[in-house]
């Protein structure tokens, strides 16, 4: 004999547990399942365990998605300042910090064990260590589960597997192959929110700027930009900046980076001169940009040995468009291993924006990662887990 449920929710993240406590509010009978020894493993180390759980200036163009409208209906049903109602509720203590990013002031935990009480108040039972060997869906329309743990069968699935990013997570492809076993659109997936490697010479020449850090301004070939930090690594860039603009980049592209994003260059030279004619260009420039920087375009020869007071028009045209429009063309990504997200995944054509059920496969739902949407760095991913999931959560 399998056991029976209303709904199963296979995988115990951000979206799943919301949408887990959404449904068993209703007074539906909800197993959640997750191979995974702990709940929320996800959750507990982002934002440097901190959890930017939501952000205060949500914006649909915030969104990655291949019909960017998709997302409009669950974040409108269920918003930001819905969930911050939830975390001020359970007492859990926040802050914002720039660009609208919330997190938590003690730790990503709070908001676990937050999300673990209203499953329990909801009566949602959750089961770990569970592995799914099979689906299938019968004729009286249920589906049949067998798993490590025995049998099961409900009215609805709710696939809520995450996506690639962060394999020493547990991070499978399992969420696409039961929407292709049911028939599903799954677009190509990609790391994204992820740090850029850079090639072979340019990774040795900045290898030594490893820890500098800079605000910059940076823009893809199809002209999105992002102004934020700018971090050198040993294998090549990250920050901020980098890990947003990653998720509108595409393989053997350059970027264009603004080094000094929020000043002109020649106007700075400009006053230097005025007061200080006779001071090298070198030394000038090490006074608004890293030093070993400067070093390293002067080694590569894009700079001329003068002084302020010798520059002539052409020096000052090629400063400003090495130092403005920097070209670096990325070797590739670090990839699934340290991407925040999955770009790409179950076709959100093949969803209700209302529902999120699949329209060819009655009572199979997908939220959250696994599906074709992705944030933007600040909170936006985890909104996304919550809006679906508690959309989802009113309908299975």
Request: with cysteine; hydrophobic share 40%.
């Amino acid at each position: 004999m399998s056991q029976r449920c209303d709904v199963i929710v296979i995988g115990a993240g951000a979206a799943g547990l919301m949408c887990a406590a959404s449904a068993g509010y209703r007074g539906r009978s909800v197993l959640v399942l997750d191979n995974a020894k702990k709940a929320g493993r996800k959750v507990l180390i982002s934002g440097g365990g901190r959890c930017n759980f939501t952000n205060n200036d949500l914006s649909i163009d915030a969104f990655v998605c291949a019909n960017p409208h998709f997302v409009k209906s669950a974040l409108s049903r269920y918003t930001a300042l819905d969930f911050i109602d939830m975390v001020e509720r359970h007492g859990i203590a926040y802050h914002e910090r720039d660009h609208g990013q919330l997190f938590c002031d003690d730790s990503a935990k709070d908001i676990v064990e937050m999300l673990h009480t209203e499953c329990d108040w909801a009566g949602v039972k959750i089961q770990l260590r569970t592995e799914i060997l099979s689906i299938e869906k019968a004729e009286d329309g249920r589906f049949h589960l067998q798993t490590s743990q025995g049998a099961l069968n409900c009215e609805s699935v709710v696939v809520a597997t995450g996506g690639l990013s962060m394999p020493k997570l547990g991070a499978t492809p399992y969420g696409y192959k039961i929407a292709e076993q049911f028939g599903l659109k799954v677009n190509a997936t990609k790391a994204g929110l992820v740090p850029f490697t850079l090639q072979q010479h340019d990774k040795d020449k900045y290898a030594e700027l490893s820890g500098v850090s800079l605000p910059a301004r940076i823009t893809t070939v199809s002209g999105v930009s992002f102004k934020e930090a700018l971090l050198f690594t040993h294998r090549g860039l990250s920050g901020p900046s980098v890990l947003q603009v990653s998720s509108y980049w595409n393989a053997g592209e350059v970027i264009t980076i603004n080094l000094l994003p929020d000043t002109e260059i020649t106007e700075i030279l400009a006053g230097m001169t005025e007061s200080s004619p006779n001071q090298a260009l070198k030394t000038a420039l090490a006074r608004v940009l890293p030093k070993r920087l400067v070093e390293i375009f002067y080694a590569d020869g894009l700079l001329p040995e003068c002084t302020l007071k010798q520059l002539q028009h052409k020096d000052l045209n090629d400063i400003s468009t090495l130092l403005h429009n920097w070209q670096v063309k990325p070797n590739g990504t670090e990839g699934y291993r340290t991407a925040e997200v999955t770009l790409g995944g179950v076709d959100t054509d093949e969803l209700s924006s209302k529902t999120m059920e699949a329209k060819k496969a009655p009572g199979l739902y997908f939220i959250g990662e696994v599906m074709d949407v992705s944030g933007w760095l600040g909170g936006y991913n985890f909104q996304w887990a919550w809006s679906s999931g508690w959309s989802c959560g009113q309908f299975v």
